[in-house]
């Protein structure tokens, strides 16, 4: 069974910094393309940044320059860096890893539980 457990949030004050981590098990998680997205209440998901297995990156445009993307395959943990935070960074976080488990050919979205992060002074 493939679990995303995302972890990290909190409240911080403008301009501060937050690490999320989302740690994966039962996912063959070196060839398990990675991202994550961020639901604001009341707006769509929307994808924040994503990662392949190459370890390219990509970042939707409000926060290119402010938030890193990276991955550990021997932790089995990705990493979203928010620097320089802003108001409207505020909501709930969440990993997604398309890929397999073990055993299995099968490629597929795994979503985590997500993660709130709240920007206020």
């Known amino acids: 069974q493939v679990q995303l457990v995302e972890s990290g949030g909190g409240l911080v004050q403008p301009g501060g910094s937050l690490r999320l981590s989302c740690a994966t098990s039962g996912l063959i998680f070196s060839t398990s393309e990675l991202s994550w997205y961020r639901q604001a209440p009341g707006k769509l998901r929307e994808l924040v940044a994503g990662i392949t297995k190459d370890g390219t990156s990509n970042y939707a445009d409000v926060v290119q320059g402010r938030f890193a993307i990276s991955r550990d395959n021997a932790k089995r943990t990705v990493y979203l860096q928010m620097n320089n935070l802003k108001p409207e960074d505020t909501a709930v976080y969440f990993c997604?890893?398309?890929?397999?488990?073990?055993?299995?050919?099968?490629?597929?979205?795994?979503w985590g539980q997500g993660t709130q992060v709240t920007i206020s002074s």
């Open positions: 997604r890893a398309d890929g397999s488990q073990y055993g299995r050919s099968l490629v597929r979205s795994y």
